[in-house]
């Protein structure tokens, strides 16, 4: 590999920033497919309209590949996923190891620490701050999804603002019908654009007629995966960048 292609590869890496490398198996020369950024493709070998596309599909399937009819192999090179979970709750407990099963680095997050203990959570990093002081140290990327799941606005509103501030590619909030009214309705008088409040998920989940705290820890993944792997074009709109 170039000496430039891998600074710049080590850049994204520290950034956390998805990135494809291919190259062409018989002439040795690479290019570095970037997503989020317009025609961003550097190296000296060519790539026409399809083979970003086929290495943009590639980082949106976490699955490096040969491409179909080429001699061309797709390195993908993807930060891992993470599920950032604030509510140290029942649901948690059983939303953690699936989470953690489906390959997320999972995060619990709750400042009551007779919640979140490591007798609750053994395997799991637990951050025992305020929601909103911890979500801006973890800093949520665009591989990250975000789910609240206290029933408690002191707890979840602050959460909430931090992750609309992120580009998080998932939030969801625990909560009925009215309470994710009454939510939105707080967090618009904060200054929420419509745009933004359609960001959050709620009630979290998918309609699966979850009721124990089990179900829901499913439907909750559920719906984290749909929204992961929905077609690129759609992921990318909906992962905004973070705001200043």
Same mark, same amino acid.
């Given at each position: 590999?170039?000496?430039?292609?891998?600074?710049?590869? +080590?850049? +994204?890496?520290?950034?956390?920033?998805? %990135?494809?490398? @291919? *190259?062409?198996?018989?002439?040795?020369?690479?290019?570095?497919?970037?997503?989020?950024?317009?025609?961003?493709?550097?190296?000296?070998?060519?790539?026409?309209?399809?083979?970003?596309? !086929? %290495?943009?599909?590639?980082?949106?399937d976490?699955?490096?590949? +040969?491409? $179909?009819?080429?001699?061309?192999?797709?390195? @993908?090179?993807?930060?891992?996923?993470?599920?950032?979970?604030?509510?140290?709750?029942?649901?948690?407990q059983?939303?953690?190891?699936l989470?953690?099963?489906?390959?997320?680095?999972? *995060?619990v997050?709750?400042?009551?620490?007779?919640? !979140?203990?490591?007798?609750?959570?053994?395997?799991?990093?637990? @951050?025992a701050?305020?929601?909103?002081? !911890? +979500?801006?140290?973890l800093?949520?990327?665009?591989? *990250?999804?975000?789910?609240?799941?206290?029933?408690?606005?002191?707890?979840?509103?602050?959460?909430?603002? $931090?992750?609309?501030?992120?580009?998080?590619?998932?939030?969801?909030?625990?909560?009925?019908?009215?309470?994710?009214?009454?939510?939105?309705?707080?967090?618009?008088?904060?200054?929420?654009?419509?745009a933004?409040?359609?960001?959050?998920?709620?009630p979290?989940?998918?309609?699966?007629?979850?009721?124990?705290?089990?179900?829901?820890?499913?439907?909750?993944?559920?719906?984290? @995966?749909?929204?992961?792997?929905?077609?690129? $074009?759609? $992921?990318?709109?909906?992962?905004?960048?973070?705001?200043?």
């Amino acid at each position: 590999m170039q000496r430039d292609l891998l600074d710049r590869l +080590l850049r +994204l890496q520290a950034a956390k920033r998805p %990135a494809a490398l @291919v *190259t062409d198996l018989e002439s040795g020369r690479q290019a570095l497919v970037e997503v989020g950024e317009v025609g961003d493709v550097t190296g000296p070998l060519a790539l026409d309209e399809t083979e970003v596309a !086929a %290495a943009v599909s590639a980082i949106h399937d976490d699955r490096s590949m +040969l491409e $179909a009819d080429s001699n061309r192999f797709i390195r @993908v090179f993807n930060p891992p996923m993470r599920l950032i979970v604030v509510g140290a709750v029942h649901i948690a407990q059983q939303l953690v190891p699936l989470a953690a099963a489906a390959g997320y680095d999972v *995060t619990v997050v709750d400042p009551r620490r007779a919640w !979140a203990s490591g007798e609750r959570f053994p395997t799991v990093v637990l @951050v025992a701050e305020w929601p909103d002081e !911890a +979500l801006r140290a973890l800093a949520p990327d665009r591989r *990250t999804a975000i789910v609240t799941l206290t029933h408690d606005p002191k707890l979840d509103d602050p959460a909430l603002d $931090a992750a609309l501030a992120s580009p998080a590619f998932y939030i969801g909030a625990l909560g009925s019908r009215r309470t994710q009214e009454r939510r939105l309705e707080r967090l618009r008088a904060q200054g929420f654009e419509a745009a933004d409040l359609a960001r959050i998920h709620g009630p979290v989940g998918l309609d699966i007629g979850a009721k124990s705290p089990a179900e829901i820890a499913v439907s909750i993944l559920a719906e984290i @995966v749909q929204v992961r792997r929905a077609p690129p $074009a759609a $992921a990318e709109a909906s992962q905004p960048e973070a705001r200043p």
